[in-house]
């Protein structure tokens, strides 16, 4: 997907926002607070229907106002995504509303990269689940469902489990119901990634000439046994606790460099280039899969790489065909790093202008 037009209304600190950019190279400029970060955050929510930035949406309205507009049109679609402050949201698709924000985030395939995303790799479970499973979403189209109704069943048993409510009979149902869906998820996963490897391993000699990269599923149980019987092993400490403590929504990645989890073997600038070469595997499969681009959204891509590393970076995202939005305090960070000159873009204010 490439976007044609971006509109913003009341977001953050835009108050209305017409921009055209290129379906290639976009770098967009400007003092820190500018803005340049909430244009990303505005492209970002088409595709997760989210910020990337922590708080809640009200803080995407802009002060004064009772809601934001984004809305974007590219050759095959037209999008809207509206919130207003009491939590309504509005979703539009070529002209009709949308119920689901998966079938808005479906169109709007949107790969990330900020100095945060580091995190992925040293933080909890739950960052490193979000990045496989935007994978898994994209290309297995039944993992959604999947998905959706495997997180009711656990939302209800476990609070079957915090009221002590939960007969033998039924909660063998509970059990049976969680194995075939947790099963079943863990399998799409694992498929992903065995696809996924061989992408990241040809990255990784881009970025880390000297080490040898790979992803491995944590499925959330141990898996010498079946989901169900997992579920059966640990249903009296479930009892005690009041919630599941294993199944898919326990499961995990490592990534592994030189047979070492990557935080314990890489430094902190080696950590940058690896979840940069991990979101770049991620892209390219994708495009691979579905015969399309995805978007590519890059927040200072100068910090925490070295000059080496932005060059690759930037050579690497010129070679995918693909729409890329970057921000940079001035683009002469960025002159020398481009085989073409990228759409210039500056934020000033709460207006940008090309």
């Not at 379906?23 to 088409?46: H, M, Q, R």
């Not at 729409?323 to 207006?351: N, Y």
Request: charged share 25%; with cysteine.
């Amino acid at each position: 997907m490439f976007i044609e037009t971006l509109n913003l209304s009341h977001f953050r600190n835009f108050s209305e926002v017409v921009l055209s950019p290129s379906p290639k190279i976009n770098v967009i400029t400007g003092d820190n607070g500018s803005g340049k970060t909430s244009l990303l955050e505005a492209i970002y929510l088409l595709g997760f229907g989210r910020s990337f930035r922590p708080g809640g949406f009200r803080q995407l309205i802009k002060e004064g106002n009772q809601g934001f507009t984004v809305f974007c049109r590219s050759q095959d679609y037209a999008i809207g995504v509206r919130r207003s402050a009491d939590g309504e949201q509005s979703l539009r698709l070529n002209g009709g509303n949308v119920q689901r924000m998966s079938d808005v985030a479906r169109l709007v395939p949107v790969q990330l990269l900020t100095p945060e995303s580091v995190d992925i790799l040293l933080e909890g479970p739950g960052q490193r689940r979000q990045f496989i499973d935007w994978g898994v979403f994209h290309v297995e189209h039944s993992f959604y469902s999947d998905w959706v109704a495997y997180t009711q069943l656990l939302k209800q048993r476990n609070s079957l489990l915090k009221q002590r409510s939960l007969p033998v009979r039924e909660d063998r149902y509970w059990k049976e119901q969680l194995a075939y869906y947790g099963e079943r998820i863990s399998k799409s996963r694992e498929k992903y990634l065995e696809e996924l490897n061989d992408y990241i391993q040809e990255l990784a000699k881009s970025f880390l000439s000297d080490v040898t990269m790979e992803v491995r599923l944590k499925s959330g149980w141990d898996t010498s046994q079946s989901l169900f019987g997992a579920l059966e092993s640990h249903t009296e400490k479930d009892k005690k606790y009041g919630f599941t403590s294993v199944g898919a929504h326990k499961a995990d990645i490592k990534v592994i460099a030189d047979g070492v989890e990557v935080k314990h073997r890489l430094s902190r600038g080696q950590l940058k280039t690896a979840i940069t070469a991990l979101k770049l595997a991620q892209g390219k499969h994708y495009q691979k899969i579905k015969r399309q681009p995805c978007i590519y959204l890059v927040d200072d891509l100068t910090s925490e790489l070295d000059s080496r590393n932005q060059a690759l970076l930037c050579r690497e995202l010129e070679n995918l065909d693909a729409q890329v939005f970057i921000t940079a305090i001035t683009g002469k960070q960025l002159s020398d790093k481009f085989q073409k000159s990228p759409r210039m873009f500056h934020v000033e204010h709460g207006v940008i202008n090309e």
